[in-house]
């Protein structure tokens, strides 16, 4: 019921997400770790406390979707390895797939300076280091077109379902 989409900042997840919830419909949610960013205080700056507690808002999201009978896909970035932990401490025993999603530095790079709302550097800081020693039920390049995985990770929703 829930698939996890992790990678470095601009690697295309929430694109992916958003494309995956087109195309099945109204029965997917799509929760983005981004959108917790919005309900802090702009002056508390975001430190080690406060991105584990977005983390643990943004799956604890996920989980009320996903006990309501959706099917959900959650954008994140499993910035330690604790990250990973909190996600797996959350989800529990609800059924879940890993995606690991990236691409080349050079597009990470290209894609931070085309939002402009990242700090420049952050992508290439969690290009290598983001993923883990996580076991992943696919991984997407998102150098190659979007189509290529839309299908695959909807697949893997209707599996988990």
């Not at 995956?20 to 802090?40: E, M, Q």
């Not at 808002?57 to 990250?83: K, P």
């Not at 909190?86 to 894609?111: N, Q």
């Not at 290598?128 to 696919?138: C, F, N, T």
Request: proline share 3%; aromatic share 6%; glycine share 6%.
């Amino acid at each position: 019921m829930i698939v996890v989409l992790n990678g470095p900042s601009s690697a295309g997840k929430t694109t992916l997400a958003h494309a995956v919830r087109k195309s099945i419909g109204a029965t997917v949610a799509a929760v983005s770790i981004d959108r917790f960013f919005a309900f802090l205080h702009p002056d508390i700056g975001v430190h080690w406390p406060e991105f584990d507690t977005i983390t643990e808002a943004t799956f604890a999201a996920a989980c009320v979707f996903a006990d309501r009978g959706l099917d959900v896909i959650v954008d994140t970035v499993f910035e330690r390895t604790a990250s990973l932990d909190t996600a797996r401490r959350v989800l529990g025993e609800r059924r879940h797939a890993l995606v690991a999603v990236t691409c080349s530095v050079e597009t990470l790079e290209a894609r931070e300076r085309e939002r402009g709302n990242r700090p420049v550097g952050l992508a290439r800081g969690q290009h290598g280091r983001v993923l883990h020693d996580a076991v992943y039920e696919l991984s997407v390049d998102s150098d190659r077109p979007l189509e290529d995985y839309v299908g695959r990770v909807a697949a893997l929703l209707r599996r988990c379902s």
